[in-house]
C-alpha cells in the first residue's frame, strides 16, 4: 500500500505531461508543413506530373471528399522523380485521380520530391 501512494501521485502528473508533449510535438510537425507549402506556394515551380498509382484510404471519414495517397512522376532538371503525397478530392471528380493522367503541381526548386498539387487539396 504504501508503495501505492507513492506512486500515484508521480503518475498523477506524468502521464498527462506525456501527453501534452506528444500535442506539442505534433503541432510543431504541422506547422513545419505549413511553412513548407507557403514556401513552396510562393517560390515553387509549377509542372505536370503523371500519376503512377492511388491508394484510397481505407476509413474514409471525410463526407463527400475522398482521401487518398497518389504517386507521382515528374521530370525536373533531367531527372524523373516519383514522390507521394496525400490528395482529397470530391466524390464528383474522382474519375479525374487515376494513373496514367496529369496532375498539375508545384514543387519545391530546392527540394523536387517536396511538392503541394495545384488543383486539389493536400491532405
Same mark, same amino acid.
Given at each position: 500500500m504504501n508503495f501505492l501512494s507513492y506512486i500515484m501521485p508521480k503518475l498523477?502528473?506524468?502521464?498527462?505531461?506525456?501527453?501534452?508533449?506528444?500535442?506539442?510535438?505534433?503541432?510543431?510537425?504541422?506547422?513545419?508543413?505549413?511553412?513548407?507549402?507557403?514556401?513552396?506556394k510562393e517560390h515553387g515551380v509549377d509542372i505536370d506530373a503523371i500519376i503512377?498509382?492511388? &491508394?484510397? !484510404? =481505407?476509413?474514409?471519414?471525410?463526407?463527400? /471528399?475522398?482521401v487518398s495517397v497518389v504517386t507521382v512522376k515528374y521530370n525536373f532538371s533531367?531527372?524523373?522523380?516519383?514522390?507521394?503525397?496525400?490528395?482529397?478530392?470530391? &466524390?464528383? !471528380? =474522382?474519375?479525374?485521380?487515376?494513373?496514367? /493522367?496529369?496532375?498539375?503541381?508545384?514543387?519545391?526548386?530546392?527540394?523536387?520530391?517536396?511538392?503541394?498539387?495545384?488543383?486539389?487539396?493536400?491532405?
Open positions: 498523477a502528473w506524468i502521464i498527462p505531461l506525456i501527453g501534452l508533449t506528444f500535442a506539442g510535438y505534433v503541432a510543431f510537425l504541422t506547422s513545419q508543413g505549413n511553412k513548407r507549402d507557403a514556401y513552396i503512377t498509382e492511388v &491508394v484510397p !484510404d =481505407k476509413y474514409q471519414r471525410a463526407n463527400n /471528399k475522398i533531367g531527372k524523373a522523380i516519383l514522390s507521394k503525397r496525400g490528395i482529397r478530392v470530391y &466524390v464528383t !471528380d =474522382k474519375d479525374e485521380i487515376q494513373v496514367g /493522367k496529369p496532375l498539375r503541381i508545384r514543387l519545391n526548386p530546392n527540394k523536387p520530391e517536396e511538392f503541394y498539387y495545384i488543383d486539389y487539396e493536400s491532405s
